[in-house]
Nanobody, 135 residues
């Protein structure tokens, strides 16, 4: 049974930084599609960052929502099976509950599609961590 647990959320002032972590346990497959998603009050869930470490993508295919490009960075420690989301230049629009999600083997059909559909078909989800940005 795959289990995902997010940590690192909190409250910071506008312009500040946070790094979220997602620890995965029970993962038996050698590659996967990892993603960070967020949901703000009254809004639908949206994709923030995706990483596909399928072997044919040795550099790790990454995709970002336009709203976070240049500010957020997704990374993976494949030994620890932990995924990180480094967030800088935070603003009030980044306030949301952030979730990590995982799909075995590779992003399907593409990492771009997973980002755009808000992870609608991702198999495993964490419970989320709150990020609040104050002005």
């Amino acid at each position: 049974q795959v289990n995902l647990e997010e940590s690192g959320g909190g409250s910071v002032q506008s312009g500040g930084s946070l790094t979220l972590s997602c620890a995965a346990s029970g993962v038996t497959f050698s590659s996967y599609c990892m993603g960070w998603f967020r949901q703000a009050p009254g809004k639908k869930r949206e994709g923030v960052a995706i990483l596909d470490n399928y072997p044919q993508h040795p550099d790790g295919q990454r995709r970002y929502a336009d709203s976070v490009k240049g500010r957020f960075t997704i990374s993976l420690d494949s030994v620890k099976k932990e995924t990180y989301l480094q967030m800088t230049g935070l603003n009030a629009e980044d306030t949301a509950i952030y979730y990590c999600a995982l799909d075995p083997w590779a992003c399907s059909p593409t990492s771009e599609a997973v980002l755009e559909n808000g992870g609608a078909h991702m198999d495993y989800w964490g419970k989320g961590t709150q990020v609040t940005i104050s002005s």
